[in-house]
């Protein structure tokens, strides 16, 4: 998710630069994610054969339908971030809704 992030809102990336800032990944791993998300139509590759090769990754259209989505993530991480002292700190109704549940 944070790939996606990341190349959503910085825009066509070269991995270097979108390793740095998809912090504590490593090349491998990312290189795996990277041809996933390709696979799946997420994200597209631009090779060039220049010396060292430049690798640039992107979204696609269909990545671009689910920005809006992506930024509604963001807005509720947000939200729930702020709002997460008062919930740790208190066994309110929530607390009470989720016993109840069980």
Do not use: C
């Amino acid at each position: 998710m944070h790939i996606l992030w990341a190349l959503s809102t910085n825009g066509p990336t070269r991995f270097g630069v979108l390793r740095k800032n998809v912090a504590g990944i490593s090349s491998r791993v990312l290189t795996e994610r990277l041809r996933t998300l390709e696979d799946k139509g997420f994200v597209f590759r631009h090779y060039e054969p220049t010396i060292p090769p430049a690798v640039t990754y992107g979204i696609t259209e269909r990545m671009k339908d689910i920005q809006k989505v992506l930024a509604l993530l963001e807005g509720l991480a947000r939200k729930w971030n702020a709002e997460g002292a008062k919930v740790a700190g208190g066994h309110g109704s929530s607390a009470h809704a989720h016993s109840a549940m069980h």
